[in-house]
């Protein structure tokens, strides 16, 4: 009678197992199913939040250009709205001013940092130096604004005589330094992505470190690369509160960086911040500005895309 019992007091135990293996995978069942209409959901956001900013910017521009000439708007030279003149190219130049300033500084030290963590650095030496690269990504923009202001003018004031206190090179230079971490970091990934093979061909030919990097690991991974260096650009022609503390607000289509300029994020702070009445012709400018800065950083980043695809090596 005992081996009886065992015996069935077993099965029970088996069949019990059984039903919870079955339960649990209909519990996992019924979860992947929901997973797919979650990620879905997760996507869904990000392109509703897109069309909703784009839909607002689009309503808020048609109500401007229904009082000011859209031709006028983007071939004006002069930007003053409260005397009524929206001739945006001020606020374009400034903007580009600030971009190529930037551009120049970033690119090379960025490009220099990602070969040598690539190519130089020990693993104890990339751990150490990358980390310590990224939190100048992290350092909010207002603390550039001033470090540009009260650090880098008076520097540049001693280079450079009768240097305003509010001016495009300094404001470059320190958004130049803010966007490093960008493109040393997704250029340094660009490098890292280039198979161990082709340096180890380059070596067995007789090649250096250094022609190793600029001739074979630098033109295969010239694809990620620019890729970067394109974000890193359209991140710049988006920066506020660097340009709003350190280049000033003065609406100059100029070239000359020594000179104080305005860009269209900073006028939008000036404005948004200011006396700007509900509805009148200077609240809608604030969108015709935002409606060109977005254009602006679409266009930039299906460059980006677009280069991405086109010259990106498979290995």
């Known amino acids: 009678m005992s081996r009886v019992s065992t015996t069935s007091s077993q099965t029970v135990d088996v069949r019990s197992l059984l039903e919870n293996k079955r339960s649990k995978k209909l519990k996992m069942r019924k979860l992947e199913n929901i997973i797919p209409y979650l990620l879905l959901l997760s996507a869904l956001v990000s392109i509703l939040t897109t069309a909703g900013i784009l839909f607002t910017l689009l309503r808020e521009t048609f109500g401007f250009f229904s009082e000011v000439s859209f031709v006028e708007f983007y071939t004006g030279t002069n930007w003053s709205p409260w005397s009524g003149e929206f001739g945006v190219l001020p606020l374009i130049g400034g903007t580009l001013l600030i971009t190529v300033i930037a551009t120049l500084v970033a690119v090379p030290l960025g490009l220099m940092s990602a070969i040598f963590l690539s190519e130089y650095a020990s693993e104890r030496v990339r751990k150490v130096i990358k980390p310590i690269l990224e939190i100048l990504a992290g350092i909010p923009t207002v603390v550039y604004g001033y470090f540009a202001l009260t650090f880098i003018t008076p520097i540049l004031q001693a280079i450079i005589p009768g240097l305003s206190i509010f001016n495009a090179l300094s404001g470059g230079i320190v958004v130049g330094v803010m966007i490093v971490p960008m493109v040393a970091s997704l250029s340094e990934d660009a490098m890292n992505a280039v198979p161990n093979s082709l340096r180890e061909g380059a070596y067995a030919l007789g090649a250096t470190r250094l022609e190793v990097a600029m001739k074979v690991v630098v033109p295969a991974a010239l694809s990620g690369i620019i890729a970067a260096i394109v974000l890193a650009i359209s991140r710049a022609i988006g920066e506020t509160m660097i340009v709003t503390i350190a280049a000033g607000a003065t609406p100059n289509l100029t070239m000359n960086p020594a000179e104080s300029v305005q860009t269209m994020t900073a006028f939008i702070v000036q404005a948004a911040t200011g006396d700007t009445t509900y509805g009148s012709i200077i609240y809608y400018s604030l969108y015709a500005v935002g409606i060109t800065l977005f ?21």
Not at 295 to 315: A, G, H, P, W
């Open 295 to 315: 254009v602006f950083t679409m266009l930039m980043n299906l460059l980006s895309q677009y280069i991405s695809r086109k010259f990106r090596e498979e290995y």
